[in-house]
């Protein structure tokens, strides 16, 4: 076993193996990072002005251990080996967690890729879009021991940097250096047990055992976070932000070539030490930063976070819940925070009886909270029952009056699943996502729901951001189909129901859209839906990937931008404009 520096050290600027080629392969990664005896063959004109620190694997000094931890690894590597391991294979995997299934073709992972320069443009990148387009993604380092689930994945983030004035564009690709990762690469095998692919029944419980046991006996640290980093990404005080709910954020710079370094977890300064959801939400008229931590061990298993623009926590509320629900993205409006409680729980007893940790419970009711932006404590907090109410992400939320009855309601807009738990269970039943308005009245303490496209399932959208909590007449989405890939975008009139499609063409699939406004001069602020789409697209037949932009007022492509190697199937991302990148904050 190797030491393990710690990400933040200014002294960490070791890389893990990247693969030169521009070969199209669709193969799980090696199950350990070779040496490299000699330094690697020179890079390709497409990528200048590269350094060799880019292109060499990831060294971690090894760890001296004792002579007892020496033995005590030894026989744990046994034991998991001889019986779990070999437990496990007898048992056969759903779908929802086989690897060869959730890895297949796609979204199978990629190595690292340095800088590569002069890509081919086709059409003009418009001159708002000058700045990085950074998408995140699940993409193991190792090949996965039993089960693997399409979020288990390291954290990995695909950078296209976009100069406009030049019609120029460069891509890379890296991981984010989690402490997970980084001592997994040092031990050379996967030792964190993957939360939903592997966390199942007693062979999940056989599987914590061994990590909680090798943790205390020093042979991997916990204390610095088990995360992976993998879904969310958002821009905030100087600062682009890797997030998955099981950690805390990772700090990930944007350098002046377009490449990326990780720097480590960020903890708002010492002021947090809790796991964040992967979808915090800024403020766009305040600019303040909101986010929610769940525990699924201890109460309370909810807290509700709120920071000024400068990043300084100024709100921290405990929501008091009977059971720790799956809540992976919330809302704000003008006035207030939107917090849902849904019927997928976490039930650890389950795996006792054999089963998975998250559940449906058929006795629970969904329900939303209503808590005032200024409400220091969760005494106010007015909940609503939204019955069958399942939404992975809620897209946008605002406040109006009833037309009749002049009654406040908060409208929110979402994408609601069914059946809920089909993520995760491995449901035989077709997976339904229905962009659905959710009303909620706040003087009777009802709700309704509306359907506002049938028929199609629209997931990972977007609306215009510098209107969020602001009513919104547009929502941009992946056309979900057939999941999880996605075949195309979809702009949706939110009050007429009316769709315009962008799709991609045969055997063509992306993934999320994701929304740039554009400014007119003076940087006034266009109609709601003048801006600009962008989404990785992967052609299946040709064997290529690409970067388009859309026009989002009339849903015809701009510009498509070549790109040298596979980019997997992945989740979530923002634009990083030129004038974030230059006020980065490195410290």
Not at 135 to 161: C, Q, S, W, Y
Not at 215 to 242: E, H, Q
Not at 284 to 302: H, Q
Not at 529 to 543: F, H
Request: proline residues 7%.
């Amino acid at each position: 076993m190797q030491t393990v520096k710690p990400l933040n050290s200014p002294s960490f600027s070791c890389k893990i193996l990247i693969n030169p080629s521009k070969k199209n392969t669709i193969t799980l990664p090696r199950t350990r990072i070779p040496p490299l005896p000699s330094p690697p063959p020179s890079p390709s004109p497409s990528s200048s002005n590269s350094d060799e620190s880019k292109i060499f694997p990831l060294k971690i000094d090894p760890t001296k251990l004792n002579p007892f931890q020496k033995i005590a690894s030894s026989a744990l590597d046994m034991l998991e080996k001889s019986v779990v391991t070999k437990l496990e294979k007898k048992h056969k995997l759903n779908r929802t967690v086989d690897p060869e299934i959730q890895l297949e073709g796609n979204f199978a992972p990629v190595d690292e890729s340095p800088v590569q320069h002069g890509l081919e443009v086709i059409g003009q990148i418009p001159l708002n879009l000058t700045g990085v387009y950074v998408r995140n993604g699940a993409n193991p380092l190792f090949e996965p021991i039993n089960g693997h689930h399409l979020f288990d994945g390291d954290g990995m983030i695909h950078a296209v940097k976009l100069d406009s004035e030049n019609n120029k564009a460069s891509y890379s690709c890296r991981f984010t250096r989690t402490s997970r990762l980084v001592q997994e690469a040092s031990i050379g095998r996967p030792v964190f047990p993957k939360p939903i692919g592997e966390l199942h029944g007693h062979l999940g419980l056989a599987r914590l055992t061994l990590f909680f046991v090798r943790a205390s006996l020093g042979l991997v640290d916990a204390t610095k976070g088990t995360g992976v980093a993998n879904a969310g990404l958002v821009y905030f005080n100087g600062r682009l932000l890797a997030m998955a709910e099981d950690d805390l954020p990772y700090s990930v710079i944007i350098k002046e070539d377009g490449d990326l370094e990780s720097y480590g977890r960020y903890n708002f300064n010492g002021q947090i030490n809790d796991p964040l959801i992967a979808h915090p939400k800024v403020d766009p008229i305040t600019g303040e930063f909101y986010t929610l931590s769940y525990n699924v061990l201890k109460k309370p298993y909810l807290k509700f976070f709120k920071f000024d623009t400068c990043g300084n926590k100024s709100r921290d509320i405990s929501i008091s819940l009977q059971n720790p629900s799956m809540i992976h993205d919330f809302a704000i409006t003008e006035s207030h925070v939107i917090i849902p409680d849904y019927q997928v729980v976490f039930k650890l007893s389950e795996m006792i009886r054999g089963g998975s940790p998250v559940i449906h419970d058929p006795n629970k009711v969904s329900r939303f909270g209503v808590l005032s932006k200024d409400d220091h404590d969760e005494s106010r907090i007015k909940w609503i029952d939204v019955p069958n109410c399942f939404c992975m992400h809620l897209w946008n939320a605002w406040e109006e009056n009833h037309e009749e009855s002049g009654d406040k309601t908060i409208m929110i807009i979402g994408s609601c699943i069914s059946p809920p738990d089909s993520i995760f269970s491995g449901s035989d039943e077709p997976l339904k996502s229905e962009l659905t308005e959710i009303r909620l009245n706040l003087r009777t303490g009802k709700s309704t729901r509306r359907i506002i496209v049938s028929g199609m399932d629209l997931e990972a959208g977007q609306v215009n951001k510098t209107r969020l909590g602001q009513k919104t007449r547009y929502a941009f989405m992946a056309i979900a189909e057939p999941w999880p890939k996605c075949s195309g975008l979809a702009k949706v009139d939110l009050v007429t129901g009316n769709v315009t499609k962008f799709l991609y063409g045969d055997e063509r699939f992306g993934g999320e859209p994701y929304f740039v406004p554009s400014t007119k001069e003076g940087g006034r602020e266009g109609e709601e839906d003048e801006g600009y789409l962008m989404s990785y697209v992967r052609d299946e037949k040709k064997e290529k990937s690409e970067l388009i932009i859309v026009n989002a007022k009339n849903m015809k492509q701009m510009a498509l931008v070549k790109l040298p190697k596979r980019v997997p199937y992945g989740f979530h991302g923002t634009f990083v404009s030129s004038q974030d990148l230059c006020n980065q904050s490195y410290c």
